[in-house]
């Protein structure tokens, strides 16, 4: 039951767009502008920095709230502190699916980086401070937000398994893998040298 709890509620506050919601209130479709991706990346590309971190907080946030709400509602039972890990990232595969194929955007959504932030920073400090490190350190180093995502990636899912076991990091081995998927164009335009830079996205104000 706490199963289906955890990806009911994660997948509805996952279908929460920031890129929907100030695409609305600046009457711009971002999904299908720009590099045609509906998040903060993109937002920045086409609005600037300012917009930008709006969605990138409100993305972040709702992968943040969404794991405390389930935490909240299985902490009111006893379930044993493992399995409310497991919950915990159930709920944030499914604020991911919800962020990645929204029922509000046509299944059609973003690719889920700023959620998995606001994911980790719920689930254990350590395991936040590290990948967002990892994050901040390899897009700084490449000029390239997609390396950076890897990295977070990968940090994820050596430390929840150094952390929590085996059955949470195959739960982020499922996200890791879409997360590749979802950027594989991304990894294109990098391989041709067309993949947009981070400090070009930052020159519009």
């Known amino acids: 039951m706490y199963s289906v709890i955890s990806l009911f509620i994660g997948y509805l506050i996952g279908c929460i767009h920031g890129s929907q919601l100030i695409g609305n209130y600046k009457k711009i479709d971002i999904k299908n502008t720009g590099v ?12 600037g920095w300012k917009y930008g971190i709006i969605v990138a907080i409100i993305d972040i946030f709702k992968g943040t709230f969404a794991v405390l709400l389930v935490q909240y509602i299985v902490g009111l039972a006893d379930i044993a502190r493992e399995d409310q890990i497991i919950f915990a990232y159930l709920t944030g595969l499914a604020v991911i699916l919800g962020h990645d194929y929204p029922v509000t955007m046509k299944f059609g959504g973003g690719k889920g980086t700023a959620s998995l932030i606001g994911i980790v920073l719920a689930i254990d400090w350590k395991l936040a401070l590290i990948s967002i490190l990892m994050l901040i350190v390899f897009t700084l180093l490449t000029d390239y937000l997609v390396i ?3 990295a977070m990636y990968l940090a994820v899912f050596l ?3 150094y952390l929590f076991g085996l059955v949470p990091s195959l ?16 990894y294109k ?7 947009r830079k981070l400090s070009s996205m930052f020159q519009k104000n």
């Open 189 to 195: 335009r990098i391989i041709k040298k067309e993949e």
């Open 159 to 161: 430390l929840t398994f």
């Open 36 to 47: 045609k991706n509906a998040g903060a990346s993109n937002t920045t590309i086409l609005l």
């Open 171 to 186: 739960i982020v081995l499922i996200l890791f893998m879409l997360s590749i998927m979802k950027h594989m164009e991304n």
């Open 148 to 150: 950076g995502v890897l």
